[in-house]
T-cell receptor, first 118, second 113 residues
Framework: DAGVTQSPTHLIKTRGQQVTLRCSPK?????VSWYQQALGQGPQFIFQ???????QRGNFPDRFSGHQFPNYSSELNVNALLLGDSALYLC?????????????????FGDGTRLSIL | DAKTTQPNSMESNEEEPVHLPCNHS???????IHWYRQLPSQGPEYVIH???SNVNNRMASLAIAEDRKSSTLILHRATLRDAAVYYC??????????????FGKGTKLSVIP
């Protein structure tokens, strides 16, 4: 059973460009969350998708957007890249609460996409 | 979200028990306590969670103080593979979907052979 897969694993972009990161959730999971992890820091919540809609959002600008597809996979888009966007981007999947699975379902993380901005 | 306080780093000898503390003095009655860990070059990994009672699973035990203002993650026999950053998190549920995790800096655990 494949876990959460993210692509690409590494990416180098220049300031002002746009980037799309992809995530396939663990089988049976319908909720996808994205996190940004700067070097030496804990992950910071960007947003969460459930039923193809953005349900929750952290303190990130509109340059960060996303999408969830009917097969539950997800994309994270970042426009007008800044040097400060250099980070590890993590995707986590889980079962949506209130769907009969109970609360506090563990979130399963992928190993991330390392984005470097030059 | 309620905040947690953890030591920046801890050391343990291999095959000895490890007690990782977490303070959360502003926890509310409905906040669950979650622990995740992040091994080098990997994404975070769920370890355990609890509300009031102590909890055990195959990875670890979670001891929760009676007033819930602190908790301790217990690894019964540390192995080299347990060297990681351990995050204590109070979950915030915000409706449909799942909860968001608010990570701090965590505790970096080093295991000495």
């Amino acid at each position: 059973d494949a876990g959460v897969t993210q692509s690409p694993t590494h990416l180098i972009k220049t300031r002002g460009q746009q980037v799309t990161l992809r995530c396939s959730p663990k089988s049976g999971h319908d909720t996808v969350s994205w996190y940004q992890q700067a070097l030496g820091q804990g992950p910071q919540f960007i947003f969460q998708y459930y039923e193809e809609e953005e349900r929750q959002r952290g303190n990130f600008p509109d340059r960060f957007s996303g999408h969830q597809f009917p097969n539950y996979s997800s994309e994270l888009n970042v426009n007008a890249l800044l040097l400060g966007d250099s980070a590890l981007y993590l995707c986590a999947s889980s079962r949506g609460e209130g769907q009969g699975y109970g609360f506090n379902q563990p979130q399963h993380f992928g190993d991330g996409t390392r984005l470097s901005i030059l | 979200d309620a905040k947690t306080t953890q030591p920046n780093s801890m050391e343990s000898n291999e095959e000895e028990p490890v007690h990782l503390p977490c303070n959360h003095s502003t926890i509310s009655g409905t906040d669950y306590i979650h622990w995740y860990r992040q091994l080098p070059s990997q994404g975070p990994e769920y370890v355990i969670h609890g509300l009031t009672s102590n909890v055990n699973n195959r990875m670890a035990s979670l001891a929760i103080a009676e007033d819930r203002k602190s908790s301790t993650l217990i690894l019964h026999r540390a192995t080299l593979r347990d060297a990681a950053v351990y995050y204590c998190i109070l979950r915030a549920y915000s409706g449909a979907g799942s909860y968001q995790l608010t990570f701090g800096k965590g505790t970096k655990l080093s295991v000495i052979p």
